[in-house]
């Protein structure tokens, strides 16, 4: 069954401001086996609106209405539907009593304007909203003699989303027809995104009834599979044979075969082997340590480390000697070694990360590029330096960077 | 003028990806007075990017087709527009040659189907491409007796955007009616969203020439003041008068008048007053430190830090006695004191920022909930410790925690 998906609110059409609702939406609507033909983005002009909904009851089975539900003037979305199809709308006194008690719940005025959330459209279900005041709504009709369904959501995220789970999915399962359906999420670090596409596309081409998306970003690359089939056992099967051709394909490149991110693989390495982790970072700036420890628990193995920005904190925390740091530079691959053999021994780590490089925009020498970087791993039996060279504005040179390093040390402990 | 954007690509269909595009093209589109009022998302298939177009040419002046311009059978609209208008396409012996030039330079093979890229709609203009292979299309005709423009640039950002500056925009404005427009952007940091509106909202409601829009995210308040007027000077009087008694009401919490980041202004005050910054981080595990180092030149007045996750780090690199360490427990008032005076003392830095929480969603206890953060801020006079409760998922305290950092950090400063 094909759905559009229109988000209601002139915000979402400034340069400030995106529709990010649509994507879990979207998610949701797939697992079930609907698929997202359109999504539009209309502004708070009721003729726009209404419009826009006559457009999507041409194409598609099911709409989904996003946002335009409060109590403002602003806030056209019931009356726009309303219009579209022809049907009235009524006040109902159960919501009426519901945003009353609500408002004195909260200690709260109860403007007369607010009471326009409790007006539900001719032959509309309520659904109940825990987290705000409007309610979303539920309309089975015909429409130029097809059955479409309706449904309006509340626009803040957090009431979108818990209503759309608990309201709008159970009522959705039974209206779509019954599809079985298999995902499965393999990641990898540092592959080229074309020798990637190169090494997988004549694999997942033979599976035309696997949808493969393929996400690259900074040195990571995100393989999503899907089937839908009759039966569950069909759906996984296909999935899991296709996964594990390109498991194979990817090798070492691939870190995950479940969706975890390179963070939480590193902490699950860290953990197995009983290691202990801390970085010394100097064009990362505190990238990878903020990484880490965004990961819950991640306190067990890793211990922290330093930002060392100026040559004065690499001598202060990590013991680089001045020496070297004169003679070879602060970009160089024996600071990145001192860096990481430092850290590793000021903080009894089992494992050290260094790293160094040229960020940019400004910085580079003669024969020290911009994105010029030296990564070093140290462990009690030796010590491991890298040097890479990334391509690209400041922001981008620090994120291939930290996920190179984080590479490196999944490399490591493998 | 009224616009629309239709992102084409079945790749934005799905849960992983959105279109982003568009939100540069608005802004550059708003500069110049044209508003966008609709954006389509539509997957690749030449029935519905056909339909899509009819929908836009019934209701904008404008319309910009983003994607779908490249070699694959996917690639769909050229064929969909000339489809949609009753135009031709023809092949143009210019842009072939280019396309076998292209190739050549890159030692690349040229396939039959690359010259797809070669055909231009029947009364379009050639838009050049220096990035990508596909170029862009400017066509302005007639439809259903309206003037319509309608413009085709590339998907990829690094080819749709500097096409649209270069080829669109010096065009386009030869054909919108001159508007001068003013902008001005206001920051706040930590105001209470409601507060912030209450304070603004009886302000800038008398301004109802000037769009003032606000955006809110983790204790950051953005604010931003758009003014379309018949003359240049009067828009810039409109904006000025409004964002004089908009800064006015906001006060302290005031920290960028013109869009700086919070991050950009603690540098700016570290440099006029010659001072410098290190920071020692436990719940925040390097989010600050990766903040201000995201600006280049941030070594001139950030002397780095550490991130002591564990306790023997507290001791190993900000001098937090043991002891004290075990009669307050790491997340307390005096810890984060100790962590400030600790790190200053050691990096030689005029200011030193300590700051422990706990981020969760483990660690609680019965007298420290998760969300409890201390930070102090320390130079050679004194140390003051601020205690603060944010609420939210592991994410969210960590990112409310960074920015009131860096606040009591600005405020120290002014």
Redesign the interface.
């Known amino acids: 069954m094909k759905s559009e998906i229109i988000a209601v609110g002139s915000?979402?059409?400034?340069?400030?401001?995106?529709d990010?609702n649509s994507?879990?939406l979207?998610?949701k609507l797939?697992e079930i086996g609907v698929?997202?033909?359109?999504?539009?983005?209309?502004?708070d002009?009721r003729k726009?609106l209404v419009?826009?909904i006559r457009?999507a009851l041409?194409?598609v089975d099911i709409l989904i209405l996003m946002g335009g539900l409060g109590p403002t003037e602003d806030d056209l979305t019931r009356e726009a539907v309303a219009e579209a199809l022809s049907l009235t709308l009524r006040r109902e006194a159960a919501q009426v009593a519901a945003l009353h008690a609500r408002a004195a719940t909260w200690r709260m005025p109860m403007p007369e304007n607010n009471l326009k959330q409790a007006d539900v459209i001719e032959g509309a279900t309520v659904l109940a909203n825990p987290n705000g005041s409007a309610p979303g709504q539920w309309l089975e009709t015909l429409h130029a003699g097809y059955r479409k369904l309706l449904i309006l959501v509340p626009g803040p995220p957090n009431e979108c989303k818990p209503l759309f789970d608990s309201e709008c999915l159970p009522r959705l399962r039974e209206v779509v027809p019954l599809r079985h359906i298999a995902k499965r999420t393999l990641k990898a670090a540092m592959i080229p995104e074309s020798q990637a596409d190169k090494l997988l596309a004549p694999i997942y081409n033979e599976y035309s009834d696997v949808e493969t998306?393929i996400?690259a970003h900074a040195g990571d690359i995100?393989l999503?599979l899907i089937c839908s089939k009759a039966s569950q056992e069909i759906a996984e099967q296909r999935v899991e044979e296709l996964a594990t051709r390109m498991e194979e394909a990817l090798d070492d490149w691939l870190y995950s075969s479940e969706g975890e991110s390179l963070e939480q693989i590193v902490l699950y390495y860290l953990g197995l082997r009983q290691a202990t982790l801390?970085?010394a970072?100097s064009c990362?700036?505190?990238?990878?340590?903020?990484r880490?420890?965004?990961v819950?628990?991640?306190?067990r193995s890793?211990?922290?480390?330093?930002?060392?920005?100026?040559n004065?904190?690499k001598t202060?925390?990590a013991d680089v000697s001045p020496e070297l740091l004169e003679r070879y530079g602060a970009v160089s691959s024996e600071v990145a070694s001192a860096l990481a053999e430092g850290i590793r021994k000021?903080?009894?780590a089992t494992l050290g990360l260094g790293i160094t490089g040229i960020a940019?925009?400004?910085g580079a020498t003669d024969t020290k590029p911009v994105g010029l970087v030296y990564i070093a791993v140290s462990d009690t039996q030796k010590t491991d330096s890298f040097e890479r060279n990334f391509r690209g504005a400041?922001?981008r040179v620090?994120e291939w960077a930290a996920q190179q390093a984080l590479d490196l040390i999944r490399r490591k402990l493998m």
Chains 1, 2 share one sequence.
């Open positions: 915000e979402m059409l400034t340069p400030f401001r995106q990010t994507l879990y979207t998610e797939n698929t997202v033909a359109f999504k539009t983005i209309v502004g002009r726009d419009g826009a457009n041409i194409r998306t996400l995100q999503t801390a970085v970072e990362t700036g505190g990238m990878i340590a903020q880490i420890t965004s819950p628990g991640s306190s890793f211990l922290g480390g330093a930002v060392v920005y100026s004065e904190l202060a925390f000021r903080t009894g940019g925009p400004a400041r922001d620090r």
